[in-house]
T-cell receptor, first 116, second 114 residues
Framework: NAGVTQTPKFRVLKTGQSMTLLCAQDMNHEYMYWYRQDPGMGLRLIHYSVGEGTTAKGEVPDGYNVSRLKKQNFLLGLESAAPSQTSVYFC???????????????FGPGTRLLVL | AQTVTQSQPEMSVQEAETVTLSCTYDTSESDYYLFWYKQPPSRQMILVIRQEAYKQQNATENRFSVNFQKAAKSFSLKISDSQLGDAAMYFCAYRRTSYDKVIFGPGTSLSVIP
């Protein structure tokens, strides 16, 4: 049981380049989330998904797109990277409300992204 | 809108001593969840302890306990018998029962002095 995994662990991009971050979970969780973490600002929610095929915007969605084609995967895309997107990105997953355990989120190890 | 505040950007504690990290939050809800997460240098977020707002009893997990003051909207974390491995960033977080967005505080960096 690997829990929540993220690839890649670290990436350097030039301004304007695109990339996709992959999050995978093997706990059969309905809900998945993408956060970014910046110094002094805690974690901020970018996008989240409450089930396969559905996504929703979080607090800071601009410049990002997401897809949840399979229940176990949640992809975060940057179409045209900007230096302001330099950050550490965390993926998380949790059970659904109906399962009564949705209050606990399980986090991946993070992806460090540097945009030059 | 809900907010979570951690007024101590940095704290330090002597090994084997006790330290308390502060957290306050703002909400108009009566039912919700509160969490403390630990983030060591490895950067992975680890759930330390959680508290359901409808429970009056303070949550406890081994050396970690909370002081939940619902009326004051305060949720502090006490670490007893501090160990070197406790050195990390600690985030307080809030989540409405019926809504899945978790709101995090800015974090407190805890150093443990040998």
């Amino acid at each position: 049981n690997a829990g929540v995994t993220q690839t890649p662990k670290f990436r350097v991009l030039k301004t304007g380049q695109s990339m996709t971050l992959l999050c995978a979970q093997d706990m059969n969780h309905e809900y998945m989330y993408w956060y970014r973490q910046d110094p002094g600002m805690g974690l901020r929610l970018i996008h989240y998904s409450v089930g396969e095929g559905t996504t929703a915007k979080g607090e800071v969605p601009d410049g990002y797109n997401v897809s949840r084609l399979k229940k176990q995967n949640f992809l975060l895309g940057l179409e045209s990277a900007a230096p302001s997107q330099t950050s550490v990105y965390f993926c998380a997953s949790s059970y659904s409300i109906s399962e009564g355990r949705q209050e606990t989120q399980y986090f991946g190890p993070g992806t460090r992204l540097l945009v030059l | 809108a809900q907010t979570v505040t951690q007024s101590q950007p940095e704290m330090s504690v002597q090994e084997a001593e006790t330290v308390t990290l502060s957290c306050t939050y703002d909400t108009s809800e009566s039912d919700y969840y509160l969490f403390w997460y630990k983030q060591p240098p490895s950067r992975q977020m680890i759930l330390v302890i959680r508290q359901e707002a409808y429970k009056q009893q303070n949550a406890t997990e081994n050396r970690f306990s909370v002081n939940f003051q619902k009326a004051a909207k305060s949720f502090s974390l006490k670490i007893s018998d501090s160990q070197l491995g406790d050195a990390a960033m600690y985030f307080c977080a809030y989540r409405r029962t019926s809504y899945d967005k978790v709101i995090f505080g800015p974090g407190t960096s805890l150093s443990v002095i040998p």
